[in-house]
């Protein structure tokens, strides 16, 4: 592991085609297999295998792989190779850029936890929408069986961690460093209650630092693992755009939660909402929708909220409407405002009347003013009017003069 | 006009078959032509003609045409026919529900006012955010030179008006009354203003209310009218979604702005945008990518910002991650963590010395502090630092632990 750096294609097709302990005994001897190197030519942009060979060797003269074993081990960690049992076969994906091993350090079982995973990652820099978002995905999907596999940075991947373990769910957190180098340092606290609950993993040995290069090709490992993956928040440049190409292109789900046009944190989501290469996601449930499996996960649809003029008839519709707010009319000239018979106005009149929609004046016909709000309907007969206007909390008081069309014109 | 209530197919295929006179004088007489009668019959719904015949009677018994051309014509307005010289043809797409005629009060020419123009359309209960939003996208697409055509209402429709004359530029509110009545009775002064720079315009007689009805009938107007509508905030029930059903049904463009999740006011937005109904509006140039002529009104595409960093080339880049930030490395244990020859690592060491971006101490090569926080790159040379460490207004401060990774890993 200490001979390339992570996510090294060309060590990853010797590795898969001789196996780890012939590659190793090669690079020792300097001497490439001959195959490998006719099969390497081939290759659209022939790599500079001399070179490549060269750091190799260096690297692995430098390397002490006991003491890497003996320090992941110490500090409580376990590491696994593709054929293991805890192995998440999902990663056979990547090809070549499989990683070599991985070092696992928590109580839950990797592969069983990522089974029905969803990866939440976004901006560091989050802003308070963004953080908040991010608990609230990681808490939702917590609680519904699904494990939350994240960064471990700071901002959207923190709080979904933390949302997730609320939800006292397993959560995974994919370091771009050593399993055993808390980065960053204000982290230590979470990492310790992640591998509690659920664990931390990196493909990097023990005690390797994280470099601008390893987050970018740890986010391909945040990609793979899960399902599909959600962007909470990111900048038009953000190395959450990063993890959502590489989830696009193993063709895992994609999703993106919107936000203010006037955040620049949201722009990278929109570009991806407006690019659609990623599926608007406005709550937990959205994202089971999304990744779930198909009769088993569904999502309740948003469906707007019944009102009691719903459950009236066309021709008695019409003649509600044709009824005056102010003044009165009489029953013909209703009839004719609504373009119904006179003998369909009358039995309309009659029965909204009775419900109490409108009521008789000596001017004729006008509206009740108790009925010209319109709030959610009760489970009720169609004819039967709220008792008395209480203020719906989920919408916004409309301008008083619009009282009469509110919810309906736009 | 008065005989049938605005929207009435029936009456669309009979005066399109007959023309209005005729149409006049077989509702006179009570006698509907026989081919149109078997011809209405073969509907896949056929309508019941003798009610529609009888309400038409009496409407137009009830109807006194000179009265309203007075009244209209008294107000300042114009009525306008299928043919006239400011007649907009896009509305003939409505088919049976074109109008029949449209009364037009103002001192722009109505057909092309509408020849490069964009429908905003929205909430009445807008936030703040919303009504930002759209005063915003009515100035861009003002100073466009587009026409933002909308319906006058509170919130959404009026930021939207307010906007466009903000801009110099004409618009184009379409009224569910009588282009003589004011509703809301609040946008008195905005009515005004709108009939000096642009036109105020209605398929309703003068005088007549708005009704429910007349309000979702009035949205395909808007939809008709335009190239495109663009959703600024709507609830999931919401007569913007309304005239939205009516945009892409029309085949035109649909665009819908993203907001907060945590908004119910956007939730009809993010609705759209999730059944991909909608394409994501971050901007007016958004939208004038969308509805524009390509290569005539492109939208430039946003881009990430370029860093210094971006200029180096890739072994270059390898060997400054390689640099610690602290202490000091030696040039070959900095060559064995690149993966590069220890000649290149010098090479690359050398130039990124001299160019500011790491410096020499006893203990060896480190990074110098001023270079680890990224900005905009200047349009100069490839190496060349920018000189003084200002903060950048579009970025908010990563967190202190993490400046040397700033905008790359999420």
Redesign the interface.
Known sequence: MRA??VGDVIMGRLVAAYGAPQAVKAIRSRTLPPEFVAQEAQQERPPDLT?RL??WY??LA?ANPAADLAAGTGSGARLIIPGDPEWPTQLDQLGPSRPLALWVHGDADLRFSCLKSVSI?????A?P?GS??AAEFGVGLGESGWTVVS?G??G??GAAHRGALAAGAPTVAVL?CGVDVCY???HETLFAAIKEQGVVISECPPGVH????R??IR?RLIAALSRGTVVVE??????????ATHALSLNRHLGA??????S????GC??L??E?KA?????PE?MIDLVGVMGEDLAPH????AVPRDRLNEPT??VL??VPARGGAGPASI??AA???LDAALSALGGLAAAGYIERTPRGWRLRKQTTSYRKAPDTLALQPPPTPEPDP??????P??L??A????
Chains 1, 2 share one sequence.
């Open positions: 390339c750096d070179t060269h750091t260096a690297r430098a990652v976004g901006a560091r820099a802003t929408y908040h978002t960064g940075a700071f959207v991947d771009a960053p340092s204000n994280p470099t601008r290069a987050f970018l986010n990111a900048a038009i440049r953000s190395g959450a755009l990063n993890t939660v919107p936000g203010p046009i006037t620049s944190m949201s722009a929109h570009k909402l407006r659609r599926v608007c996601i406005t709550s959205d948003v469906r707007a909220p519709k019409k409407d044709a009839a004719v373009g119904v018979t989920t919408e916004l008081p409309p301008p003069d619009d009469l069309y919810g309906y014109e736009g």
